[in-house]
C-alpha cells in the first residue's frame, strides 16, 4: 500500500542537541511538506519541497533544516536554534491535478527533556 | 491574521444527530479540502472541494465560492465520528483552521 511513513512517534531532545525527524513516501509525488501543530492553532508550514532537491522555506522555518536529496526522502532537522521545539510534526505529500488530495503522515511528538 | 476561521470550536453531540462545521476563508482560492485527525494525530483527506457539493457515505461537504464558505455535514453521527475536523484551503501554498473539536456521545 501506498503512503506516508513518519518516524519516530516520539521523540525527546537534549539541550544543543540537534534531532532529525525521517518523513519517507512511496506515492511518487513531487510536492512533499512539513508542518508544526501546538495545541490551539492551526498547522504552520516550516518547509515544503515542489521538487528533488529544491526547497522553500514556509512560515516558521527558523530553527529547522531540511534536505531532499531523493523524490521518497523528506527529512527535518530540528537544530539547537529552535528554542520553542516542543510540538507535533506532521509530513504530507500532495497528489496534484482534478484529483488533488494531500497525504499524511501519522506524525511526531518532539519533547524537551 | 487567520485565512481561514472554522466555527464552531468545539462540539458536542448525541448519537445519530445532524452535525454541520463551518469555515470561512478570506483568500482566493483553486480548492478546499477537508481533513479528519483523530487520537494519536494521524490526518486523513475527506474531502477536496472547487465547487458545489460531494457526498461520502454520511459525510456531505459544500462550498460557496462567492460567499468564500465551505461546510462539512454529518448525517446520523456515530461515536466514531468524534475527532478533530480541520478545514484548508489552497491558493499558492495551503492555509489551516485550528480545527473544530468534535466529540459524539452514545
Known amino acids: 500500500d501506498g503512503g506516508i511513513t513518519q518516524s519516530p512517534k516520539y521523540l525527546f531532545r537534549k539541550e544543543g542537541q540537534n534531532v532529525t525527524l525521517s518523513c519517507e513516501q512511496n506515492?511518487?509525488?513531487?510536492?512533499m511538506y512539513w508542518y508544526r501543530q501546538d495545541p490551539g492553532q492551526g498547522l504552520r508550514l516550516i518547509y515544503y519541497?515542489?521538487?528533488?532537491?529544491?526547497?522553500q522555506k514556509g512560515d516558521i522555518a527558523e530553527g529547522y533544516s531540511v534536505s531532499r536529496e531523493k523524490k521518497e526522502s523528506f527529512p527535518l532537522t530540528v537544530t539547537s536554534a529552535q528554542k520553542n521545539p516542543t510540538a507535533f510534526y506532521l509530513c504530507?505529500?500532495?497528489?496534484?491535478?482534478?484529483?488533488?488530495?494531500?497525504?499524511f503522515g501519522s506524525g511526531t511528538q518532539l519533547s524537551v527533556l | 491574521k487567520n485565512e481561514v476561521e472554522q466555527s464552531p470550536q468545539n462540539l458536542t453531540a448525541q448519537e445519530g444527530e445532524f452535525i454541520t462545521i463551518n469555515c470561512s476563508y478570506s483568500?482566493?482560492?483553486?480548492?478546499l479540502h477537508w481533513l479528519q485527525q483523530h487520537p494519536g494525530g494521524g490526518i486523513v483527506s475527506l474531502f477536496m472541494?472547487?465547487?458545489g457539493k460531494k457526498k461520502h457515505g454520511r459525510l456531505i461537504a459544500t462550498i460557496n465560492i462567492q460567499e468564500k464558505h465551505s461546510s462539512l455535514h454529518i448525517t446520523a453521527s456515530h461515536p466514531r465520528d468524534s475527532a478533530v475536523y480541520i478545514c484548508?484551503?489552497?491558493?499558492?501554498?495551503?492555509?489551516f483552521g485550528t480545527g473544530t473539536s468534535l466529540t459524539v456521545i452514545p
Open positions: 484548508a484551503v489552497v491558493d499558492d501554498q495551503f492555509y
Open positions: 506515492l511518487n509525488h513531487d510536492a
Open positions: 519541497s515542489q521538487i528533488v532537491n529544491d526547497f
Open positions: 472541494l472547487s465547487s
Open positions: 483568500v482566493g482560492i483553486s480548492a
Open positions: 504530507a505529500s500532495r497528489r496534484t491535478g482534478t484529483n488533488e488530495k494531500l497525504f
